[in-house]
């Protein structure tokens, strides 16, 4: 009886191990399966995570950048006010708190669609490379269109960051004609230069035209954004002539004040609060932070060359005249800062302080040239903007292997030369049927009182009633 049941034990116990061993084989590929999905599935789950990080830490990074862009405006705004006299700083400070608004404005309607062409939307060539205008763009009214380079990045604040760009653009022209035109004739500069000047462009270097297609480079708008504004300011003033008597050899001494700096300290404070926003305007270009090797780079060599171009103008100031103005001086900080930012992605630091030596030489004798041919630049636009712009986008050719020196000549001609000609040709047209430019007497008493009917100080208002 025993035996019997250790007999039956044996052969449960045998059917269980035979059971075990078939389910093991059964069982053993879907355990297995089972095992290797989640070792697929994990690393595709953290990589989609790093990705949307990446790419909300890009935008973040671009929205910055906008805001430290747009707050140029102050600098201009405080640097032109103190350059000019100070019965036209009402008048000054109007005019680049409407570049602003009717700027971003007018870029928002038509000029980004000008500016840019949507991958896979909806888009017109007019002229194919040169002149365009995308549908998709218009009013920004189809968000899912994306341009190429900036996929990673909401449409909306990629027209922010580039909304500012364009009314840092049109602000440059502000100081050049203070107190000679009429707010009406400069709010039509500020809607030609962001609707059309600077779109067209931007679109030929940044959104696939015949510049970006031939080579040419220019990172952050060294052509695009300063050559267009320093050339627009050249075409303006050309129109508007100098202001009265002011290279007149017999005018008073005392009646000389009224041309020279009327607060130093405003200039030197606007001064720096454009070369803090100016690493928003090249480190943002870079339109996101994966590479903080690049974004150093672009730092680095953006301080270098504003550096070595102020340092140049005192140098050259203290051997030639004795004497060292800080205007001059200001204005070298800004060469250096315009002079590199066509290359400062593409060029050592040890080229960029190079640069930017020949960047503070521009400045001086652009503004020589100016006084000799009696062009009258209030405050030094045009050799900072123009003059450096087009020796930023050559020095790109020089100290830069990647790029064409040729090419770049002829982009930083092209574009200077765009800008120029069509604000010298609409303002010529426009001013030989409504005269742009203020009367004498206004001009003489100050554009503060006689078109804004307000004083920037009170001591010129209690002068005013008396």
């Known amino acids: 009886m025993v035996k019997k049941k250790h007999s039956t034990m044996l052969r449960l116990y ?40 990446e790419n909300q830490l890009n935008n973040f990074w671009v929205l910055v950048a906008g805001i430290l862009v747009l707050m140029m405006q102050l600098g201009f705004a405080m640097l032109e006010a103190g350059f000019s006299a100070a019965k036209n ?41 040169i002149f365009g205008i995308s549908i998709s763009y218009l009013w920004l009214n189809e968000l899912p269109c994306s341009r190429q380079g900036a996929e990673h990045l909401s449409l909306y604040i990629d027209f922010f960051f580039q909304a500012a760009f364009a009314a840092t653009a049109a602000t440059i022209c502000s100081g050049a004609v203070a107190g000679r035109i009429k707010p009406w004739a400069y709010l039509l500069l500020t809607f030609l230069i962001t609707g059309l000047v600077y779109p067209v462009s931007g679109y030929w270097v940044w959104g696939g035209g015949w510049l970006d297609q031939w080579g040419f480079h220019d990172f952050a708008g060294s052509l695009v954004v300063h050559g267009v504004g320093g050339g627009a300011a050249l ?59 690049a974004l150093g780079r672009i730092a680095v060599n953006t301080t270098l060359s504003a550096c070595s171009s102020g ?47 020949f960047t503070g030489l521009v400045v001086i004798w652009g503004i020589n040239l100016l006084n000799k041919q009696k062009i009258d630049d209030a405050v030094g636009a045009i050799p900072v903007h123009c003059f450096c712009g087009i020796w930023g986008g050559v020095a790109t050719g020089l100290f830069s292997s990647e790029y064409n020196i040729f090419k770049q000549i002829v982009g930083s001609l092209s574009i200077s030369a765009w800008s120029f000609l069509m604000v010298w040709l609409c303002f010529y047209l426009i001013n030989s049927i409504f005269v742009i430019r203020v009367k004498e007497d206004e001009e003489k008493d100050g ?20």
């Open 235 to 293: 075409a303006i003033v050309k129109i508007l002539k100098s202001r009265t008597r002011r290279f007149d050899s017999e005018i008073p001494e005392e009646e000389k004040k009224q041309f020279l700096p009327h607060s130093l300290p405003l200039a030197a404070m606007g001064t720096f609060i454009l070369w803090i926003g100016w690493y928003g305007f090249n480190a943002g270009s870079t339109l996101g932070v994966s590479s903080p090797d």
């Open 311 to 357: 340092c140049t103008v005192i140098v050259y100031r203290r051997i030639r005249e004795s004497k060292i103005d800080l205007s001059t001086v200001l204005n070298g900080l800004l060469g250096g800062l315009v002079g590199i930012t066509a290359s400062c992605d593409v060029v050592s630091p040890l080229f960029s302080l190079i640069i930017g030596v």
């Open 447 to 466: 554009l503060d009182y006689e078109e804004h009917n307000e004083f920037a100080y009170v001591s010129l208002e209690k002068k005013e009633k008396v």
């Open 14 to 53: 045998k059917f269980f191990i035979l059971a075990t061993t078939i389910a093991i084989f059964l069982l053993f590929p879907t355990i297995l399966s089972a095992q290797v999905i989640p070792e697929q599935v994990i690393p595709t789950v953290i990589k989609a995570q790093i990705v949307a990080l």
């Open 89 to 129: 700083t009402v008048n000054v400070l109007f005019k680049n708190v409407a570049d602003a608004c009717v700027g971003i404005i007018v870029y928002f309607l038509f000029g980004y669609a000008l500016m840019y062409r949507p991958e896979n939307c909806q888009a017109i060539d007019i002229i194919p490379n």
